[in-house]
């Protein structure tokens, strides 16, 4: 018995002490019991006016749109509506040119837009706005009708020059096409399917296009593309800058329908510039006279003229007796590459320069001949009548 209360005694005496020992060292937790988590009442979140990427900082309403409403204002001005139509025409042909009607002979004439080129009363429009007119009329956007003539025009590229009487109209300030580039913005302004001073906005799509809209070998084809929505009876009339320039000419859209589906094509307003002032001066384009065929270089070209580390330029494939290039001594199978230190990609380019080119002027051309870099000074005659 004695035994027994010894070895109870010492495992009371050890439990109480282990039981010391743990309370000691344990740490002391402060904190309040946990609470039971209540849902936060549901308020109204505002939705996001524009979804944007996660690597930007940027939120809201972009600022850095272009204020169209400014070039609007400056462009409407200077837009014309024309009526252009051979004169004595029966009052049913004459109803008949502003018809839709299909399997019905076409008549001479119609509708188109222009600009006011200057405050002397000179208009810019297309060539086959007013080609074979007799009687051609205008209408400013303050709606007053003006008896047009026919200054002159230019097939090949698709221009011509009227003039109204008067004095003080408005006109716009000519941008410098050859700094256009694309993404920015512009606005077609003219008169589409009969709809007066209709402004419509997109952006520059590409530059020097040739959709093989002229006749002949020597027109002049370097559109200024965009997507700004241009339709019939907008032919002649201005594409401008967002900040109020004349840009180029719109002239043609690429369709299906015959309505506008995404593509518009304008002449640019460096070429408009050149051809307009001459045949102000002068009465008709005095175009310079190169004297070469050309192409732009393919793939075939690369293989067969043996080029190295070259996938663009123009190659001559003939030359005319007597011309420019001949007798300043460019050579068949010559690969021009750089005129006047302007890159030239393809034939567009090519054209448009030789286009604005003045008689007497000089074109230093740069050329890849057997292979090798070749400069040729070019004195431009003018072209044979």
């Given at each position: 018995?004695?035994?027994?209360?010894?070895?109870f005694?010492?495992?009371?005496?050890?439990?109480?002490?282990?039981?010391?020992l743990?309370?000691f060292?344990?740490?002391v937790?402060?904190s309040?019991?946990?609470?039971?988590?209540?849902?936060?009442p549901?308020?109204?979140?505002?939705?996001?006016?524009?979804?944007?990427?996660t690597?930007?900082?940027?939120?809201?309403?972009?600022?850095?749109l272009p204020?169209?409403?400014?070039a609007?204002?400056?462009?409407?001005?200077?837009?014309?509506h024309?009526?252009?139509?051979?004169?004595?025409?029966?009052?049913?042909?004459?109803?008949?040119?502003?018809s839709?009607?299909?399997?019905?002979?076409?008549?001479?004439?119609?509708?188109?837009?222009?600009?006011?080129?200057?405050?002397?009363?000179?208009?810019?429009?297309?060539?086959?706005v007013?080609s074979?007119?007799g009687?051609?009329?205008v209408?400013?956007?303050?709606?007053?009708?003006?008896q047009?003539?026919?200054?002159?025009?230019?097939?090949?590229s698709?221009?011509?020059?009227?003039?109204?009487?008067?004095?003080?109209?408005?006109?716009?300030?000519i941008?410098?096409s050859?700094l256009?580039?694309?993404?920015?913005?512009?606005?077609?302004?003219?008169?589409?399917?009969g709809?007066?001073?209709?402004?419509t906005?997109?952006i520059?799509?590409?530059?020097s296009?040739?959709?093989?809209?002229?006749?002949?070998?020597d027109a002049?084809?370097?559109?200024?593309?965009?997507?700004?929505?241009?339709?019939?009876?907008?032919?002649?009339?201005?594409l401008?800058?967002?900040?109020?320039?004349?840009l180029?000419?719109?002239?043609a859209?690429?369709?299906?329908?015959?309505?506008?589906?995404g593509y518009?094509f304008?002449?640019p307003?460096?070429?408009?510039?050149?051809v307009?002032?001459?045949?102000?001066e002068?009465?008709?384009?005095?175009?310079?006279?190169?004297?070469?065929?050309?192409?732009?270089l393919?793939?075939?070209?690369?293989?067969?003229?043996?080029?190295?580390?070259?996938?663009e330029?123009?190659?001559v494939d003939?030359?005319v007796?007597?011309g420019s290039?001949e007798t300043?001594?460019?050579?068949?199978?010559?690969?021009?590459?750089n005129?006047?230190k302007?890159?030239?990609?393809?034939?567009?380019?090519?054209?448009?320069?030789?286009?604005?080119?003045?008689?007497?002027?000089?074109?230093n051309?740069?050329?890849?001949?057997?292979g090798?870099p070749?400069?040729?000074?070019?004195p431009?005659?003018?072209q044979p009548?």
């Open positions: 018995m004695r035994q027994f209360l010894l070895l005694t010492a495992a009371l005496i050890g439990g109480i002490l282990a039981a010391t743990v309370l060292f344990a740490p937790n402060s309040p019991a946990p609470q039971p988590v209540r849902p936060a549901a308020t109204a979140q505002p939705v996001p006016a524009y979804f944007t990427s690597t930007d900082n940027f939120s809201g309403v972009p600022d850095n204020d169209l409403k400014t609007a204002r400056r462009a409407t001005p200077s837009a014309v024309i009526t252009a139509r051979p004169k004595n025409l029966p009052i049913e042909r004459v109803k008949r040119l502003f839709e009607r299909e399997n019905e002979p076409p008549v001479a004439g119609g509708e188109g837009s222009g600009v006011i080129y200057n405050a002397a009363g000179y208009i810019v429009t297309n060539a086959h007013v074979g007119a009687e051609i009329l209408r400013t956007a303050n709606r007053r009708t003006y047009a003539t026919l200054v002159g025009q230019d097939p090949k698709d221009l011509a020059v009227l003039k109204i009487a008067g004095d003080k109209f408005p006109y716009l300030p941008a410098d050859d256009a580039e694309p993404g920015q913005w512009v606005l077609a302004v003219g008169n589409p399917l709809l007066t001073s209709t402004v906005a997109g520059v799509s590409a530059k296009r040739n959709i093989s809209l002229l006749r002949g070998l002049i084809e370097s559109f200024i593309q965009t997507d700004a929505a241009v339709n019939p009876g907008n032919s002649g009339g201005p401008v800058t967002a900040d109020g320039k004349l180029g000419i719109n002239t859209i690429a369709s299906r329908t015959g309505r506008f589906q518009s304008a002449i307003s460096n070429l408009v510039k050149r307009a002032d001459d045949i102000i002068f009465g008709s384009y005095r175009r310079a006279f190169l004297g070469i065929d050309i192409s732009t393919t793939d075939r070209d690369i293989r067969r003229l043996q080029l190295r580390n070259r996938t330029g123009v190659v003939g030359l007796e007597g290039a300043a001594g460019l050579l068949i199978d010559d690969v021009i590459i005129v006047n302007r890159v030239i990609r393809d034939l567009p380019e090519l054209t448009e320069i030789i286009g604005r080119a003045k008689v007497g002027e000089t074109l051309i740069a050329v890849i001949r057997n090798s070749v400069e040729v000074i070019v431009l005659l003018r009548e």
